[in-house]
């Protein structure tokens, strides 16, 4: 009856412990700077901030020359 009552809370405290874990850890590829893009307009591309959810726009020439020309898609993840 010990055992079985030990090995319920070993599993209990691991499971608890991996939750924690799951919560703090942020994974290398959804870093800070990194965004995603969701539309270009006005001489701006507008993004989203992959970490917070923000939006973001850049008034930068080149990111809007290359959305507007097919190689930076809606979707697309880009990193400052």
Partial sequence: MRT???A??????L?????V???V???ASLESGSYRV??????????EDTVTGKRVSFPDQELV??????KIKRGDVIRR
């Fill in 21 to 23: 874990a799951q919560t």
């Fill in 4 to 6: 079985g009552f030990w």
């Fill in 15 to 19: 499971g608890l412990a991996l939750s």
């Fill in 65 to 70: 020359k290359a959305a507007l020309s097919g």
């Fill in 25 to 27: 850890y942020t994974p």
């Fill in 38 to 47: 969701v539309s270009v307009s006005n001489g701006r591309l507008h993004t």
């Fill in 8 to 13: 319920v809370l070993g599993v209990i405290a």
